[in-house]
């Protein structure tokens, strides 16, 4: 399908796999052309997994700071003034029921935690916390390692399942058998990752949250995104763009399939708007 004819009022861009190419990195010709969208009046947001404390990097390569949608949704960030500007929580009692449904239908699952402060450079609040013998997705120097019992104590953003050679999409969908679980489940690795945030928080619920003191409406947005935890957002936006790159459950849903993330997939569209 064609991108419609009309500018989109709102630009929503996941993060790595979709903005950043594979060496995590804008390329010049996305970056020109989310530039020459903003010059021209568009607003742009990112909307990713990741917290508040890594968005500087997104910021460094754009050559100015969006709002962001953090956390899949649980937190809207604004890095230009390190704000936190809302949060969403899992409640300690919700935790603790997550958290023994997980090691129970997931047997060997390590546990962790985001926590928030006011900040994304909050020292006082420990912001990545995991369970002993937690095994990373990815490299995480921000981590803190305590007990189960310390892990459940304090309200988090969001709840992360990780176990090692599983298949996060096996993961999830073996959590999804239980009715009545008190959180969203999604994921955007298939590397043995699941991610839980708060019943009804989703990247579409915190780009609507932004757009909505602009008078943005969804039909005015376009959303581009390659996993599952985009998919809200990608049905929700007006038009949504899945990258070459993307999850087949990605690809099935989008409006449009564009390029790859490493072959401008996100300049190219924004192009036909703005050249």
């Given amino acids: 399908m064609t991108a419609p004819t009309s500018r989109p009022a709102l630009i929503a861009c996941d993060v790595d796999g979709t903005l950043f190419d594979d060496n995590e990195t804008i390329t010049p010709r996305t970056r020109d052309a989310v530039c020459a969208a903003v010059a021209a009046g568009a607003k742009f947001i990112v909307a990713t997994g990741r917290p508040p404390r890594w968005i500087r990097p997104i910021v460094e390569e754009l050559g100015f ?32 029921e997550l958290a023994e449904l997980a090691t129970r239908v997931i047997p ?38 305590v007990s189960i019992e310390d892990l459940l104590s304090s309200p988090a953003i969001k709840l992360l399942i990780r176990k090692s050679g599983a298949r996060s999409a096996d993961m999830a969908a073996e959590l999804a058998k239980h009715v009545g679980i008190e959180g969203d489940i999604t994921y955007s690795t298939n590397n043995g990752l699941v991610e839980i945030v708060p019943l009804g928080v989703s990247k579409a619920t915190g780009i609507a949250e932004i757009a909505r003191p602009l ?3 969804s039909g005015e947005v376009v959303a581009f995104g390659d996993m599952p935890n985009d998919l809200p957002m990608l049905q929700w936006a007006g038009h949504g763009v899945a990258m070459g790159n993307a999850h087949p459950e990605v690809l099935a849903v989008a409006n449009e399939v564009t390029a790859r993330n490493s072959d401008d997939g996100v300049g190219r569209v924004l192009e036909r708007w703005w050249d």
């Avoid at 960030?77 to 936190?84: E, F, G, I, Q």
């Fill in 65 to 96: 700071a969006p709002m962001a949608v953090c956390a899949n949704g649980a937190v809207i960030y604004d890095p230009a003034n390190d704000r936190v500007v809302s949060t969403r929580t899992l409640p300690v009692d919700t935790l603790a």
């Fill in 108 to 145: 060997g699952a390590g546990l962790a935690v985001e926590r928030i402060g006011r900040s994304a450079h909050d020292t006082a609040t420990p912001q990545f916390v995991s369970s002993p013998g937690y095994a990373h997705a990815w490299l995480n120097p921000d981590n803190t390692e």
């Fill in 215 to 217: 008078e943005i409406v």
